[in-house]
Structures are given as structure tokens and as C-alpha cells.
């Protein structure tokens, strides 16, 4: 009787063992199952925080519009950003007191383009559409001009290196972009480039004779410069300017106030004076001043990504948005 006794002994205990592994497999298994409810839960807490943003955003784009009848640009998405709702970082933002990464492209309401009113030339080194494929064949001699006036640039000595994937190569000897004759009283002009060398004087975007202005390098500055009767003076510069870096870079006239701005900042002017614009019969040209004889070593060693020129000085806030745009387009830190 007592071996029977212990034997059911054992067997009820073995049968305890494996009842007590079920139900520690059921209980680990509901644990995991309400982890995974609660990992879920959380997901969709925060997908809701973010698509309520991103409404919040979309209502205060739609009241921009309203307000001012027209679609708002990247600027002013930026701005709505930054002001309520968290910090911009490339092409996303982070909502404020998270760590929840929102693409700007999952918002609607804005578009993102450069300014169109008053633009009289768009040359730019990835989306061109002239001679050659969108990256340039190495033959190409026309740099199209994209803003649809037909103001083409004729590249002048330039070799079948020159081309690459989005700029356009320099060699500070001779090369220059013949452009088109410009008189406007009133003026932006706009380019994105950067220096390989540092000589006295490099020109980006300049007229070649007539008065007027130029946006360029003058010993490790970025300048916007007057030519008042041949003699240049220099309006306002970037100090901590350094070669092999890109640079957006515009500089504008209204008929009575010169602005530059340099990667989105703007500078502070240190000489003030009425600029002569050009006269009638006055070319435009990138990189270069063939004609200036008297400076002859003007001839840009760098690269040019894009240029843009306008009949009208653009507003801050457009300036802002043709910079972020470039900033992400052409990878300006």
C-alpha cells in the first residue's frame, strides 16, 4: 500500500509539473500579447499625434492661402514649422518634445518651386534641357535656359571635362558663359557655386561693360559689387567664405537698396550708394569679364550648379524659398 501510495505520489507530482508549465506558457504568452497590445497602442498614439500636426499644418497653409490668394512655398511651410509645431531638419521636421520624424512631402497644401514672377533666366546644371542629356553630354556648348525667355548661356573654351553630373566646371583661365544683353533698373540675381581657388577677383555672374553690378570673389569674400564709372567698391561680404564649399548666393537692387544674402543670411551692407545699371547694349556673362582688360585675371576657378536672374528685387521671404530650395537641391550645408 505504501509503494502504491508513493506512487501516485509521483505521478501526481509530475502531472503538478507539467500543469504548472502550461500555465506558466499561457501566462508568458498573455504577458508577450499585452506587450504587443501596448507596443501597438503606442504606435498608433503617435501616428495620430503626427497626422494631427500635419492637419494643424495643412489648416494653417489653407489660411495662408486665403490670406494672401496665393498656394504657399517651402518658405512659409518652414516658417508655420517652426513657429508652432517643431524644428526642420533637411526635407522632415521633428514635432516638438518628441522624437516623431515627419517628411515634408506628407504634407499638402504647399509647393515647392522657385519664385516665377519677374524671372528672365534659369540656367541649372542638373535639369537642363539644352544640347546633350540632362547631365550634359560632353559636346554640349548651349547651358538652356529653363525659365522659357530662349536667354540660352554659349559656353566660350570650355573643354569636354567641363560637364559633371550637376555643375559646371571652371578652369580659371579662360572659360566664361556668354548670356544675353540686360538693362533693368531694377534687379535679382541668383546663383549657387563655389571656388576651388581664391584669386583677387572672380566673377560668378557679372556685366561686361556699361555700369551695373556683379556677384562675386574678391580675396576670400563674396561680395555684391557696384561698377560706378569702371571702378568696383565693394557693397557687402561673407567673411568666413572657404573654397570647396557650396554657396547660394543672392544679391538684389530696387533703385534704392542693395541686399546680399549668402546661404540664407543677410548681410550686412557696409557701403551704401546708388548703383548704374546697365545700358542697353550691356552682356551679361558667368565666370569671366573677357572684355575688362584691365582685369585680367577675373576668370572664375570654380563651379557653377545654377543661376538665376530677375527684373524685379525679390522679397525676403522669396529669397528664402529659392534658397531652401537650392539648399536641398544641390546639398548646400
Known sequence: MIKQEKGITIIALIVTIIVLLILSAITLGSIKDHNGIIVQTKERGSQAQMQSIIEKIEADLYEEKVKTGKTPNKSKLIEIITKNYGTVQGE???????????????????ENKYVESGLMLHLDAINNTGEGDEKHSSTATTWKDLSGNGNDGILQNFDTNSWNANYLDFDGVNDWVKLYEMNYPNVTMEVVGELDTIN????????????????QSQSSKICLSTCINNAYSVLSH????????????????????QKLYTNGNK???LQEGEIKYPGSNT?????????????????????????????RALSEEEVMNNYEIDKARFGVE
Open 200 to 215: 583677387p577677383e572672380m566673377n560668378f555672374v557679372a556685366n561686361v561693360e556699361g555700369g551695373g553690378y556683379a556677384i
Open 238 to 257: 561673407n567673411e568666413n567664405y572657404k573654397i570647396n564649399k557650396k554657396y547660394c548666393l543672392s544679391g538684389s537692387y530696387d533703385g534704392k537698396i
Open 267 to 269: 548681410q550686412e551692407l
Open 92 to 110: 522632415s521636421f521633428i514635432i516638438n518634445d518628441s522624437d516623431y520624424t515627419v517628411p515634408l512631402s506628407e504634407i499638402a497644401g504647399w
Open 283 to 311: 552682356i551679361m556673362v558667368l565666370g569671366g569679364n573677357p572684355i575688362r582688360n584691365e582685369c585680367p585675371g577675373n576668370y572664375l576657378d570654380g563651379k557653377i550648379y545654377s543661376v538665376r536672374i530677375y527684373d
